[in-house]
């Protein structure tokens, strides 16, 4: 009896011993080559290190007015493309909505001084006007994810005339609430922004992750590995968790004046929900967005709390606007497969009413 115990205890150990191997070999010193970001697309557009990318229809025939997905200008915005099933992009190609995505590119230390007014005024504007040249469509829909979301709303604030729907995701429009850590750290007591600007040029990629990643340090630092060993033999499984490691450690420097004037402007300010908030000289008032608009929110975002989403549609002047708050977290929003199947048809169904 007690030799059978000693024999079963071995046999789980030697397993647990190949589990292991084989995970260190996956993680961390033969890692397989993972592909993202595959969709097919054409670049129509570039300017500096931006990059437009059109993706090709897979429907006979696209609606009439095209999307332009706009992500923040941290991480790469292959989140919303992450792998075929696990894509945002393909579920809105099937739908036949006309998609494009802003591939912000790689800030270099001669982009430090680029700034809100370089990235709205300029960028985005000059992106709609290619997209509505191509498409011949007198307007766009937007669809801002994070930051992107609320540089969106900027932008719609700033030219109504342009925009026949915006869709925000988790999008900060209030950075005073109470819950939320960044809020925290980003608030003027606790970060000299202008400190660390002036001593850095571009904010460095490794000083974003490690903030994000303490933030949640059981399950970013632990949990997950867990899981990962627990499911190595899930073929499914780790071909998910490696394009998703990978566009996490697949980050980028945010250009210096931007980071600077969005903490300032928002987070210690909190100069847009206060309607006072200035681009270049003009006013960004929310009031003046009239649009068709759904905002979706993360029940579980730890990086934008729901309570600074949920303010935005009570700041603007759409007759049309509704609210969606989905079970999930920040990034589940757009990877899950709960949202992939469950949300973002209804979203694109949405869409594609208002397209016509």
């Known amino acids: 009896m007690v030799t059978n115990y000693l024999e079963s205890l071995m046999q789980q150990a030697e397993k647990a011993k190949g589990k292991f191997i084989k995970g260190v070999e996956l993680a961390l010193t033969n890692p397989p080559e993972v592909k993202v970001g595959v969709t097919p697309h054409e670049v129509v557009f570039t300017e500096n290190k931006l990059r437009l990318l059109h993706y090709h229809p897979v429907v006979e025939k696209t609606h009439p007015v095209p999307l332009i997905l706009i992500f923040a200008l ?29 591939d912000w590119g790689t800030p270099g230390d001669e982009d430090k001084h680029l700034n809100l007014n370089h990235y709205i005024n300029r960028y985005i504007k000059k992106v709609v006007e290619k997209v509505k040249k191509i498409s011949g469509s007198d307007k766009v829909s937007l669809l801002g994810y994070c930051m992107g979301g609320t540089m969106s709303a900027m932008y719609t604030a700033l030219y109504p005339e342009d925009v026949k729907n915006l869709i925000l ?25 202008d400190k660390f600007v002036d001593a ?5 990629p490794e000083f974003l992750q490690t903030g994000f990643l303490i933030m949640k340090p059981i399950q970013n630092m632990v949990s997950k590995y867990v899981s990962f060993y627990e499911n190595i033999d899930n073929e499914d499984f780790v071909e998910n968790f490696l394009a998703m490691e990978k566009w996490i450690n697949d980050n980028i420097p945010v250009a210096g004046e931007v980071f600077r004037e969005f903490i300032k402007l928002c987070y210690q300010e909190n100069l847009l929900i206060e309607n006072k908030l200035r681009i270049n000289g003009k006013l960004v008032d929310l009031k003046k967005i009239g649009c068709s608009t759904l905002n ?47 949300l973002w048809p209804k979203v694109a169904d949405w869409l594609t009413t208002r397209s016509k």
Request: aromatic residues 8%; proline residues 7%.
């Open 74 to 102: 941290v991480n790469r915005p292959y989140i919303l493309d992450l792998k075929p099933g696990k894509s945002v992009v393909e579920v809105l190609l099937k739908k036949g909505i006309d998609v494009y995505l802003i």
């Open 296 to 342: 979706l929110i993360a029940e579980h975002d730890h990086l934008v709390p729901p309570a600074s989403s949920k303010v935005f549609n009570d700041l603007i002047s759409s007759k049309d606007k509704e609210t969606v708050i989905y079970p999930t977290g920040h990034i589940g929003l757009s990877v899950s497969s709960k949202a992939l199947k469950d």
């Open 169 to 193: 995701m988790t999008a900060g429009i209030d950075f005073k609430v109470d819950s939320g850590m960044l809020n925290l750290w980003g608030d003027k007591p606790h970060f000299d922004v």
């Open 200 to 204: 850095y040029g571009n904010v460095p």
